[in-house]
């Protein structure tokens, strides 16, 4: 298990910084491209920043609202939940979370919050009813490992540089679209920078969202790894996930904007091949429960 989070750890941050790199590449060379040298990456970094400023203090209101969830549940509500998060908190050393119940009979989970000491964790009604004590534990702990380990802010940076590539990409199109740039410049290596810019420009969102979703995966990894060390019985989350994997119908406030918080995809069972994989916010479930597993 502690392998397993090592190499997740290391896989995730090698993946953020590709991705920085890659932003910076992109903006110098939009830049030099179109003719406006620092100016657009200058402005799309300062809407970036009210973006991330807004994600970081309200980004888990959004989650929560979007998804249905109600809440914040109080001891006497359903001492049974309250007590399990409790333990688990114990256990790990975290504040106590807020914690909302979605009411929909999908089984489904995630975390959301800034930091451990501003978190929530959600939990549909459907996932309480269907799973056993020690798989509901197995969840819980999985979520609060995302917590624990900052998964919801090293996300919200992702967004926020995916974001970055979606505004210079589509400011760079839009002043080559309108006539802009150094159309009258006979430079040669400036009529190839325009060309690789403009195809850079139509393809960097794609290849941005590829990259936010590899981190996503990576995230999951980690959390069923960590999950497993706070319970000791990667069984019981390997349970769980069998179950919520057999619930075939989505979640009804399914939503793409918050599909990577949760424990599964909310879409529900879709085809399986290599396509869906490499645009699907989650892992296999299958390769999940195998690696969970092997770390019993």
Partial sequence: MYNQITANKRKSI???????VFIALLGWLLGEAGG??????????????????FSYYGGDKVALITSGAKGPLKKEENP??????ENLCI???????????IPDPAPNAFATGRDPKHSSIALTTGLIESLENEEL??????????????????????????????????WFLRFRLFGGG?????????????????ILAILSPLIAQ?????????????????????????????RALEKISNYKTPLKKANNAVAHLYISSPFGAKTKNSIHN???????????IALLRKMA
């Fill in 36 to 53: 406006y040298g620092y100016g657009g990456l200058i402005v799309a970094g300062g809407i970036s920043l009210v973006m991330a400023l």
């Fill in 278 to 288: 490499l645009f699907s916010t989650h892992p296999p479930i299958e390769e999940r």
């Fill in 210 to 238: 590829l990259i936010k979703l590899a981190v996503s995966r990576k995230r999951e990894f980690l959390a069923d790894a960590d999950g497993s060390l706070l319970t000791r019985y990667p069984e019981g989350l390997a």
């Fill in 14 to 20: 090698l993946l953020v910084g590709i991705f920085v």
């Fill in 80 to 85: 049974y939940i309250y007590r399990l998060v």
């Fill in 182 to 198: 150094r159309d009258n410049d006979n430079n040669q290596i400036n009529k190839i920078l325009i060309i690789i810019g403009i």
């Fill in 137 to 170: 534990e197995g969840v819980i702990a999985h979520e609060l490992s995302h917590i624990k380990n900052y998964d919801i802010r090293l996300m919200m940076i992702v967004i926020v540089l995916v974001g970055t590539v979606a505004l210079l990409s589509d």
């Fill in 91 to 101: 256990t790990s050393g975290l504040p106590m979370p807020k914690i909302y119940i």
